[in-house]
Every structure is written in C-alpha cells, then in structure tokens.
C-alpha cells in the first residue's frame, strides 16, 4: 500500500518535498493556507497574519546556478541574481514540469498535527485541517514534512527600546515594508544590519531626507558581484573548503577580512565589528558603501531611547524629527500545531537530528524540512532533506540509535555557539556545501571526485574546481538525473548568457586549466610541507606570506 505524506506549506520546500514524495513512489498531499504556491517568494501588498512577507524589490543574494533544484536548471536567459516575480516564475515552471500542483490543496491550513493513538507501532498522524469556508477535516498520514519555513513571526523587541511607547511617528517590522515612495523627504531610523536591514536602509535613502542605520555590533559586508564581475558565491569551491578547513579559523577569517576591506575600509566606514567574519551570518550588499560615502545613509550605534519624535544612541547623539523606524530584527519560528512534546523550540533553537528528525519519535515519520538559516542557498539544501527523509519513510535508510542522535545535536550546538555571536539569528546555521555533503553522504549521492578524476577528467576538475553547484548531487546514486553531467559543464555558459545583450568584438577567452593545476600544486605542497615541518612552522609561513 502507498504511503501517504503530508506536506505542511506550498513554497520552495514545500514544492521539493512534493517532487521528492513523488520520486520515491509515495503518495503527497500538500496543505497550503494561502491562494498560491511560492512561500516567501511571493509578493503581496498586504501581510497576511503568520506568513512570510517580502518588500516589492527584492532580489535574492545567491545566484541562479547555486539556488535552482538539482535536475532542473534556471533557464540560461534569466539574470544571475534574479528579482522575487523571476523566482516565482521558475517555481511555477518547476510546479509545471513535474506537475505538482494538483497535489495541492490550497487555502486548507492545518490546525494540528498529533501522533496516533497506536503510533508506536504505526507510525502514522492525525491531520486536521481547515479551509477558507471554515470546514474541519481530519486525514490520516503516514508520515508528515513540515515546510514552514522561519520567516513567520516578526521579532519586535520593543522592550528593548525605552520610550517607544512616546515616539510620534510610525514604526513596524520590516515585513510590513512594502516600497519607499510614502517615506520621500522624511527622516528614517532601520534598525538591524542583517540583509533586510542593509536592502531596506539603501532603497529607503534614493528618495528620503535621511536614514540612520542603528547597529549593536556593526557588520562585515560581502558582494553579490565578485572578482572579474562574476557572482560571488560561485567561486566558493571544494579546494577552498579544503584551505579553509585545515587552516586555522581566525587566520581563515583574516585572510577574508582583508579582502573585504581592500573593497572598503569598515573601520573607516563604521562598520567593522568586534567579531570575525565567519561568527556572524554574512550581510551582501553591493551598494551600501555608496550610500554611507554620499551621505544618505549614516551608521549609528544602539539606540539607547526614544521621546516624542527623537531618538537617543548610545553615543549620545539625537536625532530630531524621526519620522519612520523600520525594525529590521529578525523572525522567530515555532510550530504551533505540533504538540511541544513533539519539537520544542526555544529561543529559536530546536533539538532535531541534522536539523530534520526529532530524535526521540518511536517511529521517523516527522521531518522538519528548511529549518536552517545556511550560508548559502536554502532551496536545494530542502530539496537534500527532502531526498533523505523521504527514504528514511520508505525504510531505505535507517536513523542512528536516539544516544547517537542526540550526540550529534550536541557536539553541532556546541560548534554553533563556540563560532558564532550569541544571536537569535545563530540557531540554525549551516555552511552549504558542508551541509549538503553531510545529507549527501547519507543519502549516497555525495560525489565521489577522486573517481570523477580518473573516469571523468573533464568533469571531475568542474566539479573540483568549479563552484558546488546542485547538480553535483544527481551525477550518482538514488536519483541520479541523466542530464547532470552537461548542466555542470555548461553552467558558465548559463552564468554569461543573461549579461550578452549586445554584440562585442573581443575575443573570447580560452579555457585553461592553468589556475587549476597550479592550485593543485600548491596543495599537494603544503600537505607535504604540513607533514614535514608541522603545522606551526607551516602558518609561521603562510602568515608571513599574506602579511606581505
């Protein structure tokens, strides 16, 4: 008999989950609140109560090849980095091809999800919905993804923020923040300097008086456009994660920090904080430098109070005649239709097991799918979770015992907390392509490139060398897409198109693997070199070399 799994929530994750169910021959029922599918990506003039919202100018931070799904690569002619209407177009192409929306209920939210009376020895769930008419339903499951997402609750901390209760003018969330034109000529506060801080400060100062950017630790400031005008987050590849990791992590970040400040000093600009770069979730901004070096925007410290229409930092400086503040302060996520008993969340943080599985379910039937906050793109990171918890309901693969489970959550918060600033934003966060590896790995479908080399060159040195783009994850094993091998070795070609909108005489450069192999070199040499001289002779060089 076919399971059946519910699938809570119709946006990205929501619409992997679907695909996913479908490839392992389990049978998915989508529950969606609203009219539409999309999740966050979706633009809608007016918020609506417990959903995800975005402002009408959104782009994303990461590009088309390192977010698109695994097996269905963005079309070639759509920009790199690509407005939220483009990222909606794709997924209803998606929802299309791999004809998921008729599963889908819409306008059906679900109100409770409660383990069966005999779950122990069934596994299966009590799901009660209802839909926009008021009508109660209640289905039973065999297994249930939750795809909510963490972009729900708004963090108001007004607490926080003495005498917001006396200030004159308007404030709200930054999900209420819809466009700038009302806000022309007047004077705007953003508090926050995470990604929708930064947008919302640079789109809010083209048409207002002025804005102050309030922020307790300052921020490093990354690009969306990197060396050679390429998207930033393709040059990010295996043989760095390599560096990275056997280098240690504050040498790592000071080689970043001062690649970051050659673009612009962040002591001179006021930004640089206390913490290194890899210990706090980045913020990318290409044009928040232009605006601090016009005037438009002025960065302040913590606002120490509000009275009437001014603010009070904490460096002592008023500001009269505020008419706006945006707090841009992040989310918080729970699940309020799970009993606590369940998945518990607290302070933002949630004890599951990769940051899917509840580790202490008699039966692995429950996923929590895009609960993670990576550096890097979320969309095939669900779709991984997805491909590893939809086996693990067919009993493909098995969970470690819940001693292990439990272990591995530990030793995670741990390294979490050891790295990162003490934030609600750093709960959940993951490296993207540690992560995938991790999921991948469990799943088997990790690359296996020393394999690849031999087989494969061509192929192996993109996958080695290039950027770890999702298609890496479909060259092998369950799910293996036929196509993988030419998406990865076209993916350049995908990332040029868009930008080729007039005709240019310039030769077109050859294809070398000069840089390549050198890089190999130098890799081989240092291992030597580290197993030779040891490793603190070995960073008593590098030092000396980068500090040159």
Known sequence: MTRRVAVVGGGSSGLACIKCCLDEGLEPVCFESSDDIGGLWRFKENPEPDRASIYHSVIINTSKEMMCFSDFPIPAHFPNFMHNSLIMDYFRMYADHFQLTKHIRFNTKVSQVKQRSDFSHSGQWDVETENKDGKKEKHIFDAVMICIGHHCHPNLPLHDFPGIDTFKGTYFHSRDYKTPEEWRNKK????????????????????????????RRGSWIRNRVSDNGLPGDLLYNRVMLCFRKALPFGLFCSITERQLNQRFDHTLYNLKPKHRLF????????????????????????????????????????????????FATGYRFSFPFLASHVVSVS?????????????????????????????????????????????????????????????????????????????????????????????AELVGVRPRIRRLLLTDPRLGLNVMFGPCTPYQYRLRGPGKWAGARQAILTQWERVAQPMQT?????????????????????????????????????????TLWIGQ
């Open 279 to 326: 210990s706090q979730h980045p913020t990318v901004n290409d044009e928040l430098p232009n605006r601090i070096l016009s005037g438009t925007i002025q960065v302040k410290p913590n606002i120490r109070r509000f009275q009437g229409s001014s603010v009070e930092f904490d460096d002592g400086s008023v500001v009269e005649d505020v008419d706006l503040v945006v």
């Open 347 to 439: 302070e933002n943080k949630a004890s599951l097991y990769k940051y899917v599985f509840p580790p202490e379910l008699d039966r692995p039937t429950l996923a929590i799918i895009g609960l993670v906050q990576p550096l890097g793109a979320i969309m095939p990171i669900s779709e991984m979770q997805a491909r590893w918890a939809t086996r693990v309901f067919k009993g493909c693969i098995k969970l470690p015992s819940v001693a292990a489970m439990l272990k591995d959550i530990q030793c995670k918060q741990e390294a979490m907390t050891k790295r990162y600033v003490s934030s609600n934003r750093h709960t959940i966060q993951v490296d993207y392509v540690t992560y995938m590896d991790e999921i």
């Open 502 to 542: 007039r005709p240019c005489n310039d030769p077109k450069p050859k294809r070398s693997f000069k840089w390549p192999l050198v890089l190999s070199a130098a890799a081989v040499g240092l291992a030597y070199f580290n197993v030779t001289h040891g490793k603190s002779s070995l960073l008593a060089h590098f």
């Open 188 to 215: 705007v506060v953003v508090i926050g300097i995470g990604n929708s801080g930064g947008d919302l400060a640079v789109e809010l100062s083209r048409v207002t008086k002025q804005v102050y950017l309030s922020t």
